[in-house]
């Protein structure tokens, strides 16, 4: 199967993810679907269509330079068994999202870029790919930063692509599930309730959980909220509601839009004595 017949695949198999986990999200979803929730599903697929482009396009390339590289980097050096090299390669590459998520929330540059995948008003798994060209060109920036001194292979590399897509479709759904088995899962995943606080107004939710497979690493640096506060949240951005900045177009020029509000710094102007002063939600 060549190239062009993988990316189209690929494509049809998160498509039909989508259409299967939005028959459960009308069969169990955790908020009704409102007025919300319907006018923002034609940017939302439009983006998505104009993000599998994208995706695809940086996907072949950095698999291009690791084909080429082989089997230059640091695991090929140290001839692991297969199993192993691709469990260290999936953690590692998750690690770099990590990286990469934070540096988007505290680069004002970056930042830009990503609030049209934060400024969300309904988060469901149509919120999924709905990201600004800008925002894949950097994510993949960083994996290749991690993935080419690693010696990470095509196979390895592809099989974290397939377990990042899959978590950050179950994560964006809109599924009620048993808060026991919410908390449980967050043990080990960036499962649902964990990453909707991520999509919280509130800076002290928003500026946390930003794990994409696994939750390891915000837990190890302090950026980890419990599950158990995200069923109730109140999604998208001060500043970015009406419907011109909601519109697709109004979403791909939102990079060259100056907004207060939806800074990264917004509710960091505060004080420190005001924010230290405010109980943490995280403590409730």
Known sequence: MDHLETTFANAAAILAGMAALSLLEAAIPLHARGRLGRAH??????????????????????????????????????????????????LALDFAFYVAHVAMHRIPAFWRFHRIHHSDPAVDVTTTVRQHPGESVIRHAFLAAFAIPLGASAASFALYRAASVLSALLEHANLRLPPRLDTLLSLVFTWSNLHKLHHSRDVRFTDTNYGNVVSWWDRLF???????????????????????????????????????????????????????AAPDPRRA
């Open 41 to 90: 599903l034609a940017p939302n697929l439009a983006l998505t269509v104009l993000g599998f482009a994208t995706n695809a396009l940086l996907d072949a390339g950095l698999v291009a330079a690791l084909v080429w590289l082989e089997p230059r980097g640091l695991l090929p050096r140290l001839a692991l068994p297969p199993l192993a090299a691709g469990v260290l390669v999936v």
């Open 222 to 276: 302090a950026t980890f909220t419990p599950a158990r506060l995200g069923a109730n949240v109140s999604y998208g951005l001060d500043g970015l509601d009406d419907p011109a900045a909601q519109s697709t177009a109004g979403l791909l020029a939102l990079p060259l839009r100056a907004t207060r509000a939806a800074s990264p710094a917004r509710s960091r102007a505060d004080s420190p004595a005001r924010r230290s």
